[in-house]
């Protein structure tokens, strides 16, 4: 047989490369497919990223900030006074006001001298009341003691913005309100309001034979009714106060203005709630208890 005849066995080799290097394309799998994803989208990201930086930084340098200019130092001073001063005024206006006491009818528990607040906004609404204690302005010739209020230029400006106390005015207890029937006394020495003793030990001067001494030196009895619109008022120095009751006209006085004793309400400043000063005595100032007991007219 030929050889060319012979049956040929198929090789075990590898075959060849060709000869210009060409090799069959590989099939990339699934995973390397998802890999080059995430890197795609993770490049986008960054493109995006930069862009937005980029474009961030050239709107805020293409943006001028704006400074506001602050006014000067002596500006500002000027107007915290201003406003300052505005709110005192209208605090002693409307709320609270401070007095000085000018004398001592009101002792033991108010000296003369002291610095007393005194607050408005209680009679908005209302009248005062039996006990309280209040400053009011002069109904005609109650001063006797010259005027010791503020005597300089600066205290003056301030006692007119209710920063320094004033003066000019009186202080005194509210005994009787319109309508009231006030007598002296029973033999105990106590005043009656309305049929009904009061105990007034706690608040008065000690040592006086009645709490009225001021009519007749506790010598009779002596009784008064208040008009409309009108307080009766006393100080707490009984014998050394002139108050309603020094004011009273005699039984058989002629050509005596009756009404010269009573406070027109009209005149009333406020009620006084506090003492400031002297700072060891300073305290609030309440409605004593007993006038509580006391019925309406």
């Known amino acids: 047989m030929p050889e060319d005849d012979e049956p040929r066995r198929p090789s075990l080799d590898k075959p060849a490369d060709d000869s210009d290097g060409a090799t069959e394309p590989v099939a990339s799998g699934p995973a390397d497919t998802e890999d080059d994803a995430d890197a795609d989208r993770d490049a986008d990201r960054d493109d995006d990223a930069d862009e937005t930086t980029t474009t961030s930084t050239t709107t805020t340098a293409a943006t001028p900030v704006k400074t506001k200019r602050r006014a000067p130092l002596w500006l500002e001073t000027i107007v915290l006074l201003v406003v300052a001063l505005v709110m005192a005024l209208l605090i002693k206006t409307f709320f609270v006001q401070a007095f000085y006491i000018p004398s001592a009818s009101m002792e033991p528990g108010l000296v003369k001298d002291d610095r007393i607040l005194v607050q408005k906004p209680s009679y908005w609404f209302g009248e005062p009341s039996r006990g309280d204690v209040i400053v009011f302005k002069d109904p005609g010739g109650w001063l006797n003691t010259p005027d010791t209020g503020p005597q300089t230029l600066l205290a003056k400006g301030l006692a007119k913005v209710g920063l320094y106390p004033t003066g000019g005015h009186l202080v ?11 007598v002296c006394c029973d033999k105990q020495g106590r005043l009656s309001i309305n049929g009904v003793a009061i105990d007034e030990d706690d608040f008065v001067a000690d040592g006086l034979e009645c709490d009225g001494p001021m009519v007749n030196s ?19 120095n009984r014998a050394a106060s002139e108050d309603s009751s020094a004011r009273l006209c005699a039984p058989k006085a002629r050509n005596c203005d009756t009404d010269r004793a009573f406070v027109p309400i009209d005149l009333v400043v406020g009620k006084v709630f506090s003492l400031v000063w002297p700072l060891k005595h300073a305290e609030f100032i309440g409605r004593p208890d007993v006038f509580d007991e006391v019925p309406d007219s």
């Open 172 to 182: 005194k207890r509210v005994i009787g309100t319109p309508g009231d029937t006030i």
């Open 218 to 236: 506790c010598r009779g009895r002596w009784t008064v009714t208040v008009p409309d619109d009108r307080l009766f008022v006393m100080g707490d």
